[in-house]
């Protein structure tokens, strides 16, 4: 929450923030894994109050509280500090009556309805999401796929036509593409590839590039062609019908769709299930541009 974010800038894990190689370096080699704890098993108490193993996995999960690079044995012992400094502010807080005051308890109500939302819609969401659905919207998708053809091929671009030309000739005389690219192009992103911009279907490029690819066989060389970029020369070195990705290369894609999805109906069922009233005081909602003024 953004209220502990001082502490944790200004308590013992700053430490391990600013000089993460320094921690590292001065670790033991990583013992055994230990035991796994019980939620309730005290690790640290603060003026008699207790700091559980269930309090560390909270503040573990907490994405502010993230330590890349650090073991687990050592980021456990910094989440420890943590929370021993984030009790210590708690009761100093409690005592200054902080607790009473009418914008903290707001804040409070937020966060509380805010946490409580974000733990529904995850497990709503993880009942949701099975291995079965996800396997069957991959399948759904894929059968919408329609075939795309796919070029693969190397360019090289120049300033203007006269060059371009004797680029062309050179190349169709016998002179090897690459070279003749890492030597000539001015396409930072390409030359050092000898031209080769991998493979691309016919959306990616810009219309007369895309047009002259298409056409080529594969092996030619084509005539020069400008586009707002300048002039190019093109090989083509192979053509094929686009591969489907596979489950395994769409799983993650697949997975985040099916929880985004699941969510949103899930508030749009409550929404149309909730009695809603805005009073006179509520702000005006922006109006929604309709189908014909978005196209102007």
Known sequence: MPTFSPLWRNGALALGLLLPGAALAQAPAPAAPAPAQSPDTVVAKVNGAPITAGDLAVAADDPALSLPGVDEAQKKGLLVDYMVDLKIGAQAAEKAKIGDNPDFARKLAYFRDKLLLDEYLEREAKKAVTPQAERALYDETVKAMKPEEEV???????????????????????????????????????????GDLGWFTKERMVAPFADAAFKLEAGKISDPIKTQFGWHVIKVEEKRTKPVPSFDEMKEQVEAYLTRKTQQDIITKLREGAKVEKTAAAPAAPATPKADEKKN
Do not use: C, M, Q, Y
């Open 152 to 194: 693969h091929a190397r360019h090289i671009l120049v300033d203007n036509e006269a060059e371009a030309k004797k680029i062309a000739a050179r190349l169709k005389g016998g002179e090897d593409f690459a070279k003749v690219a890492a030597e000539t192009s001015k396409d930072p992103g390409s030359k050092a590839e000898g």
